[in-house]
């Protein structure tokens, strides 16, 4: 009987895990709850509630930390990415605790945004971030 080598793996368990890829199922809470892939292409989905309406979103940091955040930035939100429509905002990250990106109010005005709509925040570079809002 022949023993199997670890460098031996079929080529199907390769092509089954892409390599690069990781997906995460954060804990539902008020600061963190969501569902991430980093990429590429990364995204992360978030269910608005008031706090990110009015004051900030909460991003997990090994989030920010893989698409390269790491200190302080203003990135751009655009609902049509063939659109000139464009909003900024500021992430902040923070050692040991989610990163905030503040500054979203006049988005959600502009949007339409309410509480409990989810978006989608694809990552199309670290500053350009493509939203995709489902209406609850």
Known sequence: ???KREDDRSISE?????KGFMTSWCKASSK???IFEIGPPAW???EINMWAIQNRLYLP???????GIQEPCTITLKTSMSSTTSWQARVI???NSSHHVCGLKRFCQDNGIKVGDVCTFKIVDTTLWHVIIEPR
Not at 14 to 18: G, T
Not at 61 to 67: E, R
């Open 1 to 3: 009987m022949k023993r």
């Open 14 to 18: 390769e092509q089954k895990r892409p």
């Open 32 to 34: 963190t709850g969501c």
């Open 44 to 46: 992360i989905k978030k």
């Open 61 to 67: 940091p090994v989030f920010c930390k893989a698409i």
């Open 93 to 95: 990250p923070y050692n």
